[in-house]
């Protein structure tokens, strides 16, 4: 009979695109995935260990699937950042967990198995800075889009972060081995590319020697089938005036511009080991407004870091009324061991971290209700990502998937996952937009 498998993959899309991975190389010598823990006989946990709260999870999930390895689970197999980040401790206190595969030892899944089917033990922690050679991958997202890795690893050393040590330094993929995949999964039906890394302002840099994003888009639109690109995580000193006219000028690159700042203070941006100041984040915002009318602009923060002061989280919010980002997220500042920020003094408390966080994304619940307001009346097209008897959930170039809002789109007409639509925004909600199809 034909062992089944279980996979969870937690954090983030990149990790996502790990596991893609992994059932790849099981499918394909033999292995079956299931979505029923009762019918598996082996789990894999590819875990994320980025910030306490995803460490948590990520220990819950494992503690949770454990408890089947006293029915009908043989195997239990942890990968991902948290394997790499604490493989010695991890094997120390849960002896429930049969192996453990690294950030950059999960393609090694298939001999971790057999090694477990003979009574042996691979586990493989390697240095973060191994070049892993991408295989084919198994798309788990629906399949009108998917997530597409353009590079590894980060070399900002930013202080509060852990990723370096976890993925190593930055490592493009070859140009034309991510084409060849892009080929690949328009074939298979896929619509939506959205293309990722830790920066993907800085692709090409290390093995080119210049910054080829902008070339990387146009050659991916060429691609029959793919109808929307997206990149995500641009570094504001990596936005160029290239990258700009690039995603004005071509059709198939949504206007939406991902870009973390982190904060809006000086001093802080400086402790953070930022590359930018507050006056370059803005003419950046000002290069992409002035070229891209209705260009999208998300960005992600940090409150709490370190002798953040009053004044300090005045100035942050002070710059965001200014600024008015579409799309904004907020985390309270992770005192991450084996980091910078981790061992600075005048750590501020968790209560003060999260109220906050809450000032600023109530300053951005305002913001976003006035800038929802102003889409009514105005038609987009819309990709269709859930479909109901008389409605159905759709995104416009807005929005990413899983991250943004949503439209709720009043329709009479048969739709199915991944149709491209016309749609005239009718009324809002909270973040959410309501409409009705064209």
């Not at 819950?60 to 009908?72: L, M, S, V």
């Not at 039906?189 to 990722?196: F, R, S």
């Not at 830790?198 to 639109?221: A, C, N, V």
């Not at 038609?379 to 269709?384: K, P």
Request: aromatic share 8%; charged share 35%.
């Amino acid at each position: 009979m034909q062992e089944k498998f279980i996979l969870e993959s937690l954090g983030c899309s990149k990790n996502l695109v790990d596991a893609e991975e992994m059932v790849y190389i099981l499918n394909k010598n033999g292995y079956e995935m299931t979505g029923d823990i009762n019918e598996a006989t082996i789990a894999i946990v590819n875990t994320c260990g980025f910030i306490e709260s995803a460490k948590e999870e990520s220990i819950d999930t494992i503690f949770e699937i454990a408890r089947y390895k006293q029915e009908n689970l043989k195997y239990l197999i942890v990968t991902g950042c948290l394997a790499q980040r604490y493989y010695k401790e991890l094997k120390e206190k849960i002896p429930e967990v049969d192996a453990f595969l690294g950030t950059t030892s999960y393609d090694t899944i298939y001999n971790v198995i057999k090694g477990l089917e003979i009574g042996q033990d691979n586990s493989l922690i390697l240095n973060a800075d191994r070049k892993l050679e991408h295989t084919k991958k198994k798309i788990l997202t629906d399949n009108y889009y998917a997530y597409v890795k353009i590079a590894e690893g980060c070399d900002n050393n930013c202080t509060y972060c852990i990723i370096p040590r976890l993925r190593g330094r930055y490592k493009s993929r070859g140009m034309e081995e991510i084409i060849t995949e892009v080929q690949d999964l328009a074939s298979q039906g896929v619509k939506e590319i959205i293309l990722i890394a830790q920066d993907t302002s800085k692709y090409g840099l290390d093995i080119y020697k210049e910054k080829k994003l902008p070339e990387l888009l146009r050659k991916l639109s060429e691609i029959d089938g793919i109808k929307w690109i997206r990149f995500l995580y641009t570094y504001p000193e990596d936005i160029t005036e290239e990258l700009v006219q690039e995603v004005k000028n071509n059709d198939k690159v949504c206007s939406y511009f991902d870009i973390p700042i982190q904060h809006a203070n000086d001093r802080i941006l400086k402790l953070m080991n930022r590359s930018t100041d507050k006056d370059e984040i803005i003419s950046k915002i000002k290069l992409i407004r002035d070229n891209i009318k209705d260009a999208i602009i998300r960005t992600t923060l940090i409150t709490g870091f370190p002798s953040e002061s009053e004044d300090d989280i005045d100035e942050l919010e002070d710059f965001i009324r200014d600024i008015k980002f579409n799309k904004l997220g907020v985390f309270a500042y992770s005192q991450e061991e084996g980091t910078k920020a981790g061992k600075m003094k005048e750590q501020i408390d968790e209560d003060v971290k999260k109220q906050r966080q809450d000032r600023i994304m109530n300053v951005q619940y305002e913001i976003a209700n006035r800038l929802n307001k102003t889409y009514i009346g105005k038609i987009f097209t819309a990709i269709v990502d859930e479909v109901y008897e008389d409605y159905v959930v759709a995104r416009s170039y807005m929005d990413v998937i899983e991250v943004d809002t949503v439209i709720y789109v009043t329709t009479d007409k048969k739709h199915k996952k991944g149709d491209f639509i016309k749609v005239i925004i009718t009324d809002t909600l909270e973040y959410d937009l309501k409409a009705e199809e064209v």
